[in-house]
């Protein structure tokens, strides 16, 4: 395993080894919020990043698998491609980003924005999430176990959401959708692949577009 301490070894470093390693196991310590961590990591390596990271940890990933054992700035694994991020603590806003494939766990909360402009990746949040989630959200899909915020799903095109707890309230072209075996299917991988096991299918609602935003009408001006 290779290690790198941040309080001697600079990002830079990090980052550019994380660029060249193939299949490797890494750990970061002392990670103090830094900014721009294990950003566009392109292979198969297992990243263990210990502390709280700041701000686009991660971004632009392809198959690495990243955990990180604290807290996460804005911008985490923003536009990322595949493989896999884990949280344990809390991330901070529009987490996951126009990602467009991958899957993205959080055993924390997420705020606002999470999952803005989806593109593919699946995001699972064991706590609640912030108002305006999924926005533009395009495909892939986001499961909050715990309550949503304002605006869910506002503007949302195919993505699927699924919420355990309270919605504050949806956003525009978002309504709730009949859980179909198909999506009971999708949502129970989702929380396997995460590791929630304490939790039921049944328990969760299923949110989606309401398809009457794709092309102008006059209409509905009032929602655009």
Request: aromatic residues 4%.
């Given at each position: 395993m290779k290690t790198f301490d941040l309080d001697h070894?600079?990002?830079?470093?990090?980052?550019?080894?994380?660029?060249?390693?193939?299949?490797?196991?890494?750990?970061?310590?002392?990670?103090?919020?830094?900014?721009?961590?294990?950003?566009?990591?392109?292979?198969?390596?297992?990243?263990?990043?210990?502390?709280?990271?700041?701000?686009?940890?991660?971004?632009?990933?392809?198959?690495?698998?990243?955990?990180?054992?604290?807290?996460?700035?804005?911008?985490l694994a923003e536009n990322m491609m595949s493989g896999s991020i884990r949280v344990t603590g809390d991330a901070s806003q529009y987490c996951a980003a126009t990602a467009h494939g991958g899957l993205v766990v959080i055993e924390g909360n997420a705020s606002s924005r999470c999952g803005i402009s989806m593109k593919g990746v699946n995001i699972v949040v064991r706590g609640n999430v912030g108002h305006m989630s999924a926005f533009m959200a395009q495909s892939g899909a986001l499961v909050v176990c715990g309550d949503a915020g304002d605006a869910l799903g506002d503007s949302i095109?195919?993505?699927?959401?699924?919420?355990?707890?309270?919605?504050?309230?949806?956003?525009?072209?978002?309504?709730e959708k009949p859980m179909d075996d198909e999506h009971r299917r999708e949502l129970q991988q989702l929380l396997d692949s995460a590791g929630v096991t304490d939790m039921s299918v049944d328990d969760f609602t299923r949110y989606g577009s309401a398809r009457k935003l794709y092309h102008f009408n006059i209409d509905n001006a009032g929602a655009y």
């Open positions: 070894d600079s990002v830079r470093e990090l980052n550019a080894h994380i660029h060249s390693a193939s299949r490797e196991q890494i750990a970061v310590d002392n990670a103090g919020g830094r900014h721009a961590l294990a950003v566009g990591a392109t292979d198969e390596n297992e990243i263990t990043i210990n502390g709280n990271v700041g701000y686009y940890c991660a971004g632009m990933n392809q198959q690495a698998s990243i955990t990180i054992n604290g807290h996460a700035g804005p911008g095109y195919e993505a699927h959401l699924y919420v355990r707890g309270k919605v504050a309230s949806l956003g525009a072209d978002c309504e």
